[in-house]
């Protein structure tokens, strides 16, 4: 079992800047890749970014080169750096972490969550 903690979320205006951060505890030697995930009201939930053990990242291609995932090298703590912030990254944000060696595509093979850390933009 995993658990995961997510902290750093807040209310910010637009342009603004927030730091995520996710403390995972437990069996962490079991995960492979880490990742971001967030759900906006009336939304499905979406893939944000994700890093995996050799430190290689991906990001939807609404954050790109305004979010930036990292991991501390012992991988029990996840960053995502929100810059440039806009209304639209309004959404509850998610940690999750997955034993496959490969980050998967899909939700369902991410097999532990947080509770997530809301964050607001506002214009």
């Known amino acids: 079992q995993v658990q995961l903690v997510e902290s750093g979320g807040g209310s910010v205006q637009a342009g603004g800047s927030l730091r995520l951060t996710c403390v995972a505890s437990g069996d962490t030697d079991s995960t492979s890749c880490m990742g971001w995930f967030r759900q906006a009201p009336g939304k499905e939930r979406e893939k944000v970014a994700t890093?995996?053990?050799?430190?290689?990242?991906t990001y939807a291609d609404s954050v790109k080169a305004r979010f930036t995932i990292s991991q501390d090298n012992a991988k029990d703590t996840l960053y995502l750096q929100m810059s440039t912030l806009k209304p639209e990254d309004t959404a509850m944000y998610y940690c999750?972490?997955?034993?496959?060696?490969?980050?998967?595509?899909?939700?369902?093979?991410?097999?532990?969550w947080g509770q997530g850390t809301q964050v607001t933009v506002s214009s």
């Open positions: 890093i995996n053990v050799m430190g290689m990242s």
């Open positions: 999750a972490v997955s034993v496959w060696p490969q980050c998967p595509a899909s939700l369902e093979a991410w097999h532990y």
